[in-house]
């Protein structure tokens, strides 16, 4: 069971890992040895298209694992922000799961956890307008304290390239929802400028 920073699955043979912003964790069709639990920071997972696009299909966020693959990566991992993560050896964790009930149903959770959310996630992109996207993501990152607090404390940045591939919209249709929310007042100013002046950059709402 997780609880804070302590989860039941570091029983099994794990270290600390760092990465920096930007840096590749693994690629798509790697051979998989490991899988990491997020600490600290953003970690984005995408796949590539035949087109060379991307899609980003989840962002893991303290507390959240992933990389459990049985093979190969089936999507690429990335760090959004600079990270801290666990990495835990898939063999041992699969040796740990057989013996130790507790560990078997916390990977289990996490595991139904991330299928819910992307269940969710295509759902979104399949019917709901760009708009209603970008509003969801940024109460998504609010609730997960993305967008910081009144102290600015627990801030992580998203750039405005990864909110458009993650919701699959473009750049441009993402400026124009960002200037709706805010004219009707269900996103800061702030939000809004730092989003849609940052087309490499971070957005980091305040």
Known sequence: MLRGDVSTLDQATHWPVRFKKGHLIYDEGELSEAMYRVRKGCVRLQITGQNGARQIIRFAIPGDIFGLCSDRRNTAAEAVTNVELIRLS????????????AAAMELVEHSTQAYRDLAH????LAHLPAIDRVAWLFEFMRKHGMCGGATGHRRMAISHRDMADYLAITPETLSRSLRILQERGAIGEKQRDSACHSSNGAVAPA
């Open 90 to 101: 898939l063999h041992s964790v699969m040796e740990l799961c057989a013996t130790n009930s």
């Open 121 to 124: 996630h295509v759902e979104r």
